[in-house]
């Protein structure tokens, strides 16, 4: 056998061989992807509650939906996962075994974290912009537009066209008229 004759008969034999080839390797990365897959679905497992204790658990819930974490700033501490919301709620966790009460771990967040940690605070004189800051600015933006609107409509003056200006006009819209058609 020389090496054309091989040539020629490998391109033939190639074409017959390859659909099955592709069949088996087909088939075999099927069963390597479910190879793969059978142990994690026999290790999914359902989550276990957190705290020993399911009322602790409410009450601690209960309690970190109305504090802000501040790390996040835009998120409860219950809905927190940063390491603060953590240390966060294992301290009210041991709180409430402590047996104090809502009000005593409240007051004291407050006291340990400032009025920022609530995501309602009180209204006093060192909240008062936090409270009516955004509603301070809302009232100026429409008074500056009122403001605005009113000097500008004092200087739109509506202009008078005299009679020759006004043939004028309407000889040039003839005009147009007259070229577009």
């Known amino acids: 056998m020389n090496l054309s004759n091989i040539f020629k008969n490998g391109s033939k034999q190639k074409n017959s061989i390859m659909p099955s080839y592709l069949n088996r390797l087909n088939g075999l990365v099927l069963l390597f992807f479910i190879a793969l897959m059978i142990p994690t679905l026999s290790w999914s497992k359902e989550a276990l509650p957190v705290a020993e204790d399911l009322e602790v658990e409410k009450r601690m819930v209960a309690l970190t939906e109305d504090l802000r974490c501040l790390v996040c700033?835009?998120?409860s501490i219950a809905d927190s996962r940063a390491d603060f919301s953590n240390d966060i709620r294992r301290e009210?966790?041991?709180q409430i075994k402590a047996n104090k009460s809502d009000k005593e771990i409240?007051?004291?967040m407050v006291?340990?974290?400032?009025?920022?940690?609530?995501y309602n605070p009180p209204i006093k004189t060192t909240t008062m912009l936090l409270w009516f800051g955004p509603l301070f600015l809302f009232?100026?933006?429409v008074g500056t537009l009122i403001f605005y609107l009113r000097r500008r409509r004092i200087q739109i003056?509506?202009?008078?066209?005299s009679?020759?200006?006004?043939?004028?006009?309407?000889?040039?819209?003839n005009?147009?008229?007259?070229?577009k058609v």
Do not use: C, T
């Not at 003056?157 to 066209?161: D, G, I, N």
């Not at 009679?163 to 819209?173: F, G, I, V, Y």
């Not at 005009?175 to 070229?179: D, F, H, S, V």
């Open 163 to 173: 009679e020759a200006q006004r043939k004028q006009a309407e000889a040039l819209l």
């Open 139 to 141: 009232v100026i933006g």
């Open 73 to 75: 700033q835009n998120e």
């Open 92 to 94: 009210i966790r041991q």
């Open 175 to 179: 005009e147009n008229k007259g070229n």
């Open 157 to 161: 003056e509506e202009v008078s066209l």
């Open 106 to 108: 409240i007051d004291f």
């Open 111 to 118: 006291e340990r974290y400032g009025d920022f940690v609530l």
